[in-house]
């Protein structure tokens, strides 16, 4: 656990209360981002037992989200007014309403559980080789940012191992959807700036498989090295604080903003989006879907369906409509 140990002296805190965000977590205990500093914090002993939480409304999260209760009184993202107690301590006084969320589904169940509170965007990272690239964990993972009205933005790396026309034509196919999609390497720097511009001032997550170089690009975003560490407080002794979950790292300049670790990430699932909300999940066939001569056309085999029939121009991309299928299917 990493605290900064100068105290905190900003305008905002003379009665000692402060607002921060929660970027990471341990067993009863919650490190709180300050402009000031990193503060470790409990939570109040009533906060604690509220642990059904109001749900944010509308959109479509809030239709992914309804009926399902969440596990955690407080996730990583969370911004939070906290009162300091001490030296880099304090207790967490009050959870701000929680606006955009990535969840999983909680070990118990029914429940789901927060890996990111208020995330902007997600990005997702392949490789253009070693190993090849994924591109329907790429859709499914676009799916999920859809549903929960998040931006997502796509970074190929490792393009110092050269981009094969196949990959170059599915990289068009994704930017003529609209989502920005860069190409990094960090063999040779290419690209480094173009994601260093699309984290600034938001909240991100890197998402993605192993291998395809999420710690090597992390490592090159300027976090500071103190927060790579992990280790015993001596300002609290309270041992050892064991990080669970995900842990958000703040970007370094004047833009700010947070990247979340991927630890928890990879294992993000589709399951959580009904069938019926599918369709929109997948920008490009929204136009469409009006356009069908049933209302609940599910655009699987109905005859009429503008979404076939856009795939069958060519309007709409083959590869992206087959995922859309597999999903629908279930
Ligand atoms: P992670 O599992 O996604 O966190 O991937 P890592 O950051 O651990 O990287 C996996 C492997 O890919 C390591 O051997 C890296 O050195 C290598 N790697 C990462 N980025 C690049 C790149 O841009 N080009 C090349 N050629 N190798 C890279
Ligand atoms: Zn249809």
Redesign the pocket.
Known sequence: MVLTSDVVETDDDRDGRLTGMVVAMSRGFYEVQTDGGRILCSLRGKLRKELVRAESKGGRRGVVAAKMLRSDPVAPGDRVDIRVTGASEGVIERILPRERDLTREAPEPGRLQTLVAGIDQIIP?F?VR?PEPHLRMLDRFLVLAEAGEIDAAICF?????GVSPGLARRIDVYRRIGYPVIL?????GEGLDDLRRLLAGKTSA?V????????????LMEIGPEQHVSHVSGSTGKGRHTTVGTRLFRLPGDGGGFLAD?AGLRSLATSTVPPDLLPSCFRELRSFIEGCELGDCTHLHEPGCAVREAVKRGEIDQDRYECYRRLRRG
């Open positions: 990272i490789a070693d790396n490792k393009v110092d191992l990094t390497s960090t063999a040779t890197f993605g498989p192993s291998g395809v170089g999420k710690s090597s690009l992390l490592n991927t």
